[in-house]
């Protein structure tokens, strides 16, 4: 059954998520999911990428989120007027310039996924093979 907001659909998730910690879930896809509900009940949203990333936004380091024993290349989320929207860290929100603290107890930093894009376009705004 389908959530009727984009809450609803961040909690479902979370939960379905706490249910089974030990199942495969793609924080990408996450991401855009919520992405779609929130721009559906016409807000503002964009993906943000935290991790360490060089020059062309390829991982250079893992990251490791403090409720999950796994270390990840980077962590996709969606965010909302400065609310992190993310099932797998929470059922709800989380203010932005709390969010990076409280998931990997340091500051990671972010990037937009339209910034993270533009790395991928040459000066006639072609994109680059990698």
């Not at 059922?91 to 709390?98: D, S």
Request: aromatic share 10%.
């Amino acid at each position: 059954m389908a959530s009727n907001s984009a809450l609803e659909h961040l909690a479902a998730k979370a939960r379905e998520i706490q249910s089974d910690p030990a199942g495969k879930y793609d924080c990408t896809h996450l991401a855009r999911e919520l992405k779609r509900k929130l721009e559906a009940e016409g807000k503002p949203a964009e993906i943000f990428r935290f991790g360490i990333l060089d020059q062309y936004g390829e991982p250079q380091q893992p990251v490791s989120p403090v409720k999950f024993s796994k270390k990840w290349l980077y962590h996709d989320v969606c965010c909302c007027e400065d609310q992190i929207y993310d099932p797998l860290t929470s059922e709800e929100p989380i203010p932005l310039e709390e969010y990076s603290f409280l998931v990997f107890r340091t500051n990671i930093p972010y990037h937009a996924e339209d910034e993270l894009l533009m790395l991928y376009m040459d000066a006639a705004n072609r994109p680059i093979r990698v």
